[in-house]
């Protein structure tokens, strides 16, 4: 079984348009939750950190976390074309390593 | 600015032949530095934890061997492909945090293509 599972996409989404990106997790005791961006041919760089149930904002950006589900999502509002990229979903687990789902593509159509 | 250092960006050489990365943190002391492969269209994998002043902790299936991992100082490791092969060819890309809970922030990451 998967430990962090996404939709590989891509994910094509009009720009200026609401893109919705989500992750499930396997591990229930998991605490701290991670969304990266990478662009093609680039190392990852952190978007938002979530580690309490509800919604974080930063910026165009929104997190969700339900924990009871395992699930948490990425919310990106007013998508430009700048946000296409794969953003990785990363789960802190028990052993204190953090685990990269295989992330989604994302297309912001001009 | 920069968290992390990672030299050299991207590497070309030979089969049989022996690369060293750098992996420096910029911003505070690391006890603990993360190495990740990353294949094209996949995600990262991590290889191996990278601890000062010990040796490093490996995943299952990565061959300590052959990648030898230095972790001297509190700002620096290093990972070794040694006898490098075209099958080693990939992104590698080290990180580090600050404390368990925080996010890991990364390098620049090294291509490195074996011919």
């Known amino acids: 079984q998967k430990e962090v599972e996404q939709n590989s996409g891509p994910l094509s989404v009009p720009e200026g348009a609401i893109a919705s990106l989500n992750c499930t997790y396997s591990?229930?005791?998991?605490?701290?939750f991670f969304w990266y961006r990478q662009y093609s041919g680039k190392s990852p760089e952190l978007i938002m950190s979530?580690?309490?149930?509800g919604d974080k904002e930063d910026g165009r950006f929104t997190a969700q976390l339900n924990k009871a589900s395992q699930y948490v999502s990425l919310l990106i509002r007013d998508s430009q074309p700048s946000d296409s990229a794969t953003y990785l979903c990363a789960v802190k687990g028990r052993d204190d390593k953090i685990i990269f789902g295989k992330g989604t593509r994302l297309h912001i159509l001009p | 600015g920069a968290v992390v250092s990672q030299h050299p960006s991207w590497v070309i050489c030979k089969s049989g032949t022996s690369v060293k990365i750098e992996c420096r943190s910029l911003d505070f002391q690391a006890t603990t530095m993360f190495w990740y492969r990353q294949f094209p269209k996949q995600s990262l994998m991590l290889m191996a934890t990278s601890n000062e002043g010990s040796k490093a902790t490996y995943e299952q299936g990565v061959e300590k061997d052959k990648f030898l991992i230095n972790h001297a100082s509190l700002t620096l490791s290093t990972l070794t492909v040694t006898s490098a092969h075209p099958e080693d060819s990939s992104f590698y890309i080290c990180?580090?945090?600050?404390?368990?809970?925080?996010?890991?922030?990364f390098g620049d990451g090294t291509r490195l293509s074996i011919l």
């Open positions: 979530i580690y309490s149930n």
């Open positions: 591990d229930r005791v998991s605490q701290s």
């Open positions: 990180s580090v945090k600050k404390h368990s809970n925080q996010p890991q922030h």
